[in-house]
């Protein structure tokens, strides 16, 4: 899935979490969260997303400041907020039914 395949519509704001991580998830650039297979989960490496996004000093255009925040466990909290939840076995994988 390719962020400029699915671009998000126009009245949705690009400053909002759920928009920040669509472009985040859709970044051929970002290797640390991607759709599964199937398109409905996303799959996180908690790891490499603190290197490549969280950090401080990541080269990403997705800066802490892009979701406020430096911390993995404030980040799941804003995932849980829009209706994520992790589904098993995957310990890396949140869902949210759309």
Known sequence: ????????????????????LWRLVNSPAIKAIRWDSLGGVIVIDQQRFER?????????????????????SSFVRQLNLYGFRKV???????YCPF
């Open 88 to 94: 098993e076995p995957d310990p890396g994988c949140a």
């Open 52 to 72: 490549q996004v969280l950090s401080p000093g990541s080269m990403s255009p997705h800066s802490p400041n892009a979701f406020k925040t430096t911390n993995f």
């Open 1 to 20: 899935m390719d962020a400029g395949e699915n671009p998000l519509p126009d009245s949705i704001n690009p400053e909002t979490f759920p928009a920040k």
